[in-house]
């Protein structure tokens, strides 16, 4: 069982001090094989909130209030007609630097809209919302032995479930122990006072309290994000990341997921500023990773589904369809639009509310591995079993 052959590295408070495992470093020749890190958005991103087809004269009639400060504030993404958010500037600097590209309506067959079902759809990447065998572990078996796969999560997830690998996994972020209540922790608390753990405790707190509060005012589901660490702290740990990263160039596949995503009301402060950690973060991994290793990655991120064209009366988002896929990487490929926009008008959209899925995502993340690992399509059909035909120059 691939449960057995896992390898915890980091845990509890030693989580942001990540090892270099030296025992796995490869020489220079065998180091210029690619590498992919999957970022798994989990809660349903708001695509077009993050990148915004601002060309699009049905804009700010769809979004009256969430349209605003991309309208007025967005950075051109060339000749696309989209905008990213003013909280999302990181991307659209890699986007001017050709090292980040973006299919606007991609996604999974799910028609649920059930954050579960949807999730488990993309993890086993066979078409299939059931199952017990993950995408990622096809792939990794499919590299075989002589490289590796790393998870950034506090367990394995459903992606690497099912495959005799060697997989690594370290959490990035917390402990994956919830802070004591009550009396427990008052006694804590109290017997760190005045210290430079008591400081550090307390700054836990108030960093829990702060997101549970941003949470619950923007209708978020704590559930949806199945205990991935919260996306506002992505960019405090991104570089440790990177840093392992680089130090074990064997490791072909990295995995990693965030949350906090949810938005179903007051949508603008909170996935404002999730955006720009994890655009900050992208760009802490890059810097961590070093030239030389960026150049040879590729950093593809998704949802499970999109969100509602359409703005909520509540300032939010529901679960829609189609949704956003972000490519990043050091091959200078980037600086475009995958896989078509169809635009806002009603005949264009997924039962007159999603944006459809136009892209499907094992046809891209299926052309990232064929770009990065070398896959031939009959690995690629073991991988992803009945996926489509669509083929991207990603």
């Known amino acids: 069982m691939m449960t057995s052959r896992r ?38 991103l708001d695509g077009l909130f993050a990148l915004t087809p601002v060309a699009d004269p049905r804009l700010a009639e769809r979004r009256p209030s969430l349209a605003q400060s991309v309208l007025a504030q967005g950075i051109r993404l060339g000749d696309t007609g989209f905008s990213a958010h003013p909280s999302c500037k990181p991307f659209a600097d890699l986007f001017a630097e050709r090292e980040l590209s973006f299919a606007p309506c991609a996604g999974t067959t799910d028609a649920s809209r059930s954050h579960f079902q949807a999730q488990d759809l993309f ?12 995408f990622m572990a096809r792939a990794a078996q499919a590299i075989g032995a002589g490289r590796g796969a790393i998870s950034f999560t506090r367990e ?15 959490p990035l972020a917390g402990s994956g122990l919830k802070l004591p209540e009550a009396r427990v922790l008052d006694a804590i608390r109290s017997a760190h006072r005045d210290s430079p753990t008591g400081r550090a405790l307390e700054q836990a707190i108030a960093t829990e309290a702060e997101i ?30 990177g840093r392992m990263l680089r130090g074990n160039p064997r490791l072909a596949l990295a995995f990693v997921d965030l949350g906090g995503l949810d938005t179903h009301a007051n949508e603008e402060a909170a996935l404002a500023r999730a955006l720009n950690e994890i655009a900050q973060g992208l760009l802490a991994f890059k810097e961590s ?12 991120m998704m949802s499970e589904f999109g969100r509602t064209v359409r703005e909520n009366g509540t300032r939010g988002t529901d679960h829609g369809h189609g949704g956003l896929f972000l490519l990043a990487g050091g091959g200078g490929r980037g600086g475009r639009m995958i896989g078509g926009f169809d635009g806002l008008a009603d005949r264009a959209l997924n039962d007159n509310r999603d944006l459809p899925v136009l892209a499907d995502w094992r046809a891209l993340i299926g052309a990232c591995m064929r770009d990065t690992c070398g896959l031939g399509e009959s690995a690629l059909d073991r ?12």
């Open 123 to 134: 993890e086993l990447g066979s078409g299939a919302s059931h199952g017990n065998a993950g």
């Open 212 to 241: 549970g509060t941003s949470m619950a005012a923007a209708g978020m589901e704590p559930q949806a994000a199945r205990g991935a660490p919260a996306a506002t702290g992505f960019a405090r740990v991104a570089g440790g990341m």
């Open 7 to 44: 390898r915890f590295l980091v845990s509890g408070a030693a989580a942001f001090a990540l090892p270099v495992l030296d025992a796995f470093a490869l020489d220079g020749a065998s180091a210029a094989a690619g590498r992919l890190v999957v970022v798994f958005l989990r809660g349903g």
């Open 156 to 170: 394995v997830p459903l992606a690497f479930h099912g495959g005799d690998i060697a997989l690594e996994v370290a």
């Open 383 to 394: 991988i992803f079993p009945g996926r489509p035909r669509q083929r991207f120059e990603v």
């Open 289 to 300: 990773l070093g030239e030389a290793q960026w150049r040879r990655t590729r950093v593809l």
